[in-house]
């Protein structure tokens, strides 16, 4: 068995955190290579853990085969969703220690962690345990003497990878819709931000899930990502993170042709037209782009004004995130912005802030390293951009926003739509014909009209072109874990 350390989190509060690999329902030792997560708010190491070895995966794996060629599958859907019920439980009577945990570990705020990331997660559970018994199939008449039936069948062994930015909210996201639908996973959480996952393995014991239906495995990504990614008895892989990464799972899918879902990058816009409600728009596309610090896939970081209200726009956006300037410790509530995930990702941030500057964008805010410790940084405005530029092109995951002015409909939804990415886009009018028209036309898997950044457990998430394959949440993440199988009936009919 794996030890635990005691670890005391910035609020006080101290819990034991599992170390070991969470395989068949025990925590037990890796044997793979030693990394460490370190707090962005300290700098300071947290712990350090020994990953998955390939044989560690493979133990994982075989645990999840014969979970699900055991009592998982066959299990009456009704029991799946009431075990689906204890887990939402256990997550709201631990919402505060899971929130604080994901907070000095990712160094996002606690109020946003716990307020976001643990109700989203909570309810994503409750939705897919109400879920798990009214998967169904259809019956077909092909003839009076045949007939056809189709079931929904779960896929079997689910790798599943989970980015840093929101560690047990996609936790949830992942790991709900495939148990309702009979499959068995095994997850393995972001490097960086390994620790809430972990964890969840006490609850997963706790709720008396069958061993090897839950497995957690951690360790990085080239070694114990690749070996999942690639193993042979694995049937599905859902991963979210980078685009680049993502090729590369979709790449290594193909060694047995595995059903992939793949959420990735994106570079989202915002449109505000002429006649939009001004305050709200300033509101919500602010709250688009600084959200979770900017670590957000769906950010939407390109803003494009319409020319008449540019000017007016950019002096109340400014003052906004002036007065939003709340960069800190992220345990104390009046904190907006919490730190960047790494180091490496923190200079890649203040990499492209400098090379804004050098491209001829003018900067209106922030630009710079906020404090002396931890990996903040200020809130940073840049305007007058070209769509040349490599912050208007790139996706940069923290909280710089770039803005331009547009003059007709055509101009602004051709620059939205003049990326590789797709994931998401919002715009805002009073003009009710013309926001159902323009969000028709934008290329983007979610739109939001007047708002920005909403999600919900009921509604598809994902994107067009290089921002994913395939949709989670709602019903179509019931769909993404089962797979249809056609029944023929011959009733009498004879050749």
Known sequence: MAKTVTIALPNGAKYEQPTGQFIGNQFVQGSGDCFSTVSPVTE??????????????????????????????????????AYLYKLAELIDRNRELLAAID?????????????????????????????????????????????????????????????????????????????????????????????????????????????????????????????????????KVAFTGSTATGKSIMKAAASNLKNVTLECGGKSPSVVFADADFEQAVKWTHF????????????????????????????????????NDKVGDNFNEATYYGAQISKTQFDKVLGYIEDGKKSGAKLLYGGARSGSQGYFIQPTVFVDTTEDMKIVREEIFGPVVVISKFKTEDEVVYKCNDTSYGLAAALFTENVSKAHLVARRLQAGMVWINSSGDSHFGIPFGGYKSSGIGRELGKYALDAYTQAKAVHVNLGSKL
């Not at 350090?48 to 133990?59: F, P, R």
Request: net charge negative; proline share 5%; hydrophobic share 40%.
């Open 44 to 81: 300071e190491e947290i712990l350090k853990l020994q990953g998955a070895s390939t044989t560690d995966v493979d133990k994982a794996v075989a645990a999840a085969r014969e979970a699900f060629n055991g009592p998982w599958s066959q299990l009456p859907a009704i029991e799946r969703g």
């Open 103 to 235: 907070a000095y570990d990712n160094g996002k705020t606690f109020s946003g962690a716990l307020t976001g990331d643990l109700d989203e997660a909570y309810n994503v559970f409750r939705y897919y345990a109400g879920a798990a018994d009214k998967i169904s199939g259809q019956t077909i008449e092909t003839s009076p003497a045949k007939l056809a039936y189709v079931v929904q069948e779960p896929l079997g062994v689910c790798a599943q990878i989970v980015p840093w930015n929101y560690p047990f909210m996609m936790l949830a996201w992942k790991i709900a819709p495939a148990l309702a639908c009979g499959n068995t996973v095994v997850l393995k959480p972001a490097e960086q931000t390994p620790l809430s996952a972990l964890y969840f393995g006490n609850l997963v014991i706790e709720a008396g899930l069958p061993a090897g239906v839950v497995n957690i495995i951690s360790g990085l990504g080239p070694t114990t990502g690749s070996a999942l990614a690639n193993h042979a008895d694995v049937d």
């Open 288 to 323: 688009g782009i600084m959200e979770n610090s900017g670590e957000v896939c769906t950010s939407t970081s390109r803003i494009y004004v319409e020319e008449s209200i540019y000017d007016k726009f950019v002096e109340r956006f400014v003052e906004v995130t002036q007065d």
